[in-house]
């Protein structure tokens, strides 16, 4: 799975395994490391799936495994020079060791969780054949490659290349030079860029050619668009408006957003680029002098306009017996 950050990967995946009601484990790639090194192996993450499933082997072998940032395992840059360090025991070491592992392969868990044991009869062997592995990670930067590929000119006999293409690209080069491309534009190409991802742009973004075979479904996933944020801050069962209410309704006090604050709240965490996750830093500081000044006080409403958003400007109070007025 493919896509920014706070794009709801995770959650994604969290959502299946509940609905088919198997044991899921959410495992972190940069804490890895090749055997033998200080980290977690690559069977912490059968060890964690068998612990979610309550030590049930028969349940566990049918588990989905969840391996976060897998982009954060790849190749490093000069690994193959011969100036390089010969080992690269977060990177390209990480994914030979998951290979026979994502496969099929027999797995054996130590019931200690400090010391190997040698033990034969303290060991579980699980079978990770019909385990779903699912892998996601930003691939920041993966965009470039595809870009990079798909931009390949051909010079001589049969090029490709005709007056009109020419034309076209010193078009859009002078078009570049003068405006830069709003946050809206550059999701849209990102995501148009991710949907024509090949094995080989994986390759060559540090990913070894052995794992990329062993995953052979990609999935893109689509970046948050302001309609999208507006509905994840209002829409779900502990959307971050509704925290944010039950709080003020603590001091017998009502929030409200306007429309435009919402919109507005939303495309400035798209400038962020931090995706969902960026709203509640932007609501945060909307709401942040109202939360001191309702407490004790007779304000009966905070009103969120696009001002207090765009502008850092006060929130608009309403107090008991009294109309509607900007504070400060």
Not at 34 to 50: C, P
Not at 135 to 156: D, P, Q, T
Not at 177 to 185: G, L
Request: glycine share 8%.
């Amino acid at each position: 799975m493919l896509g920014p950050s706070g794009t709801g990967k995770t959650l994604l995946v969290q959502t299946i395994a509940k609905i088919l009601d198997v044991p899921f484990a959410s495992c972190d790639c940069t804490s890895m490391t090749a055997a033998g090194y200080v980290g977690d192996d690559v069977e912490s993450a059968i060890t964690k799936l068998l612990q979610n499933a309550g030590g049930n082997v028969e349940k566990c072998e049918q588990g989905i495994v969840f391996l976060d940032e897998v982009d954060k395992i790849s190749r490093k840059s000069g690994a193959g020079s011969v100036f390089a360090s010969n080992k690269d025991i977060g990177g390209e070491g990480v994914q030979q060791a998951m290979l026979k592992m994502i496969e099929g392969s027999i797995v054996k868990i130590s019931e200690k969780k400090n010391k190997p044991s040698y033990n034969s009869e303290s060991q579980t062997d699980i079978d990770t054949t019909n385990i779903l592995f699912i892998a996601a990670g930003a691939f920041s930067g993966l965009e470039k490659i595809v870009k990079k590929r798909m931009n390949v000119k051909v010079l001589g006999f049969g090029s490709p290349i005709d007056e009109g293409k020419e034309e076209a690209s010193r078009q859009a080069l002078s078009a570049s030079s003068t405006d830069k491309p709003s946050m809206k534009e550059q999701n849209e190409e990102r995501d148009r860029l991710l949907q024509e991802v090949q094995d080989t742009d994986l390759i060559a973004f540090g990913l070894i050619p052995e794992f990329v075979g062993r995953i052979p479904v990609v999935v893109p996933l689509h970046s948050l668009s302001e309609d999208m944020l507006v509905r994840i801050l209002t829409e779900p069962q502990n959307a971050l408006v509704k925290q944010y209410q039950q709080l003020f309704s603590m001091d017998e006090c009502q929030l409200e957003f306007t429309e435009e604050a919402l919109r507005a709240i939303a495309r400035m965490a798209m400038e962020k680029q931090t995706g969902a996750r960026g709203l509640r830093a932007v609501v945060d500081k909307c709401q942040l002098m109202a939360s001191y000044e309702v407490p004790g006080s007779d304000i009966k409403r905070v009103i969120i306009t696009e001002d207090v958003v765009r502008k850092n400007k006060p929130a608009v109070y309403v107090r008991e017996g009294m109309q509607k007025f900007q504070h400060g």
